[in-house]
Nanobody
Framework: EVRLVESGGGLVQAGGSLRLSCVAS????????IGWFRQAPGREREGVSC????????WARNSVLGRFTISGDNARNTVTLQMTDLLPEDTAVYYC?????????????????WGQGTQVTVSS
């Protein structure tokens, strides 16, 4: 059974940092790409950053480049999203998802397996 469990969300002031973790089970990171997505109230879900540990490729949306870093730990079957210089507009529920074969990170509807999400709130 595929399972994705996110953790690490919380409330932080603008300029602060958070580290989100996604622990995967039921498959190995080499088998599926992992993506972080977010959904703010009243907005569509959007891709934040994705990684394929099979070939080391990563992608991040322009608005988080230089602030968010995605990494994968195959031994722990965990993908981490390190978020720095957080902005109020980063406030959302953050989800991790898995998909094989690799699909575009900016197309969340094409991702098949999802975690339950973790709330990130950035106060101004």
């Amino acid at each position: 059974e595929v399972r994705l469990v996110e953790s690490g969300g919380g409330l932080v002031q603008a300029g602060g940092s958070l580290r989100l973790s996604c622990v995967a089970s039921g498959f190995t990171l080499e088998e599926k790409a992992i993506g972080w997505f977010r959904q703010a109230p009243g907005r569509e879900r959007e891709g934040v950053s994705c990684i394929s540990t099979a070939d080391g490729s990563t992608w991040a949306r322009n608005s988080v480049l230089g602030r968010f870093t995605i990494s994968g730990d195959n031994a722990r079957n965990t993908v981490t999203l390190q978020m720095t210089d957080l902005l109020p507009e980063d406030t959302a529920v953050y989800y991790c998802a898995a998909q094989r074969p690799v699909v575009a990170c900016d197309k969340p509807n094409e991702w098949g397996d999802w975690g339950q999400g973790t709330q990130v709130t950035v106060s101004s």
